[in-house]
C-alpha cells in the first residue's frame, strides 16, 4: 500500500488547492496509508496555520479516521485518542495521541511537565 505524508492530508482536508487536492484525490483512491506522525503534524499544521479549533480538528481526524481510502496506522489507537481529546481539548490531539500510543505499547505512566496531562490517569507529574 501506498503511504501519503502530512501535505497530502491537508490537501485532503482543506481543499484549498484544488488542483493539489484532486491530485491527492486521485492519489488516494487506490488507498493510501497514513502514519500518526503524518497525523500528528496535520493537526499541527491544522491548527496553527489554519487556525481550526478543536472542534473543527477532532472533525477532521473523524472524517480521516472513516474515509474509505485510507488506512490509519494504529487506527484503535488514534480513534482512542480522538475521544480523550474530545473530552479534554486543552490537552492537545498531539498528547493524546502519545499517551495512547504509550498505553498501547504498555509504556504507562507517561511521564510529563505538562499539567494537564499529567492529571490523566496513567500519566505522571515530574
Not at 16 to 35: I, M, N, T, Y
Not at 68 to 77: E, H
Amino acid at each position: 500500500m501506498r503511504a501519503i505524508d502530512t501535505n497530502v492530508l491537508v490537501r485532503l482536508i482543506t481543499r484549498d488547492d484544488l488542483p493539489q487536492a484532486k491530485s491527492a484525490d486521485q492519489f488516494v483512491e487506490k488507498g493510501a496509508w497514513v502514519s500518526v506522525l503524518a497525523l500528528a503534524e496535520a493537526t499541527w499544521v491544522l491548527g496553527t496555520v489554519y487556525e481550526f479549533g478543536p472542534a473543527q480538528l477532532a472533525t477532521a481526524l473523524e472524517m480521516l479516521l472513516n474515509h474509505k481510502d485510507l488506512t490509519l496506522q494504529d487506527s484503535d489507537t488514534v480513534a482512542a485518542a480522538l475521544d480523550l481529546f474530545r473530552s479534554r481539548p486543552a490537552l492537545g490531539f498531539s498528547d493524546c495521541l502519545m499517551f495512547h500510543l504509550a498505553r498501547k505499547a504498555g509504556h504507562l505512566p507517561l511521564g510529563t511537565f505538562d499539567r494537564a496531562l499529567g492529571k490523566t490517569t496513567g500519566a505522571q507529574k515530574l
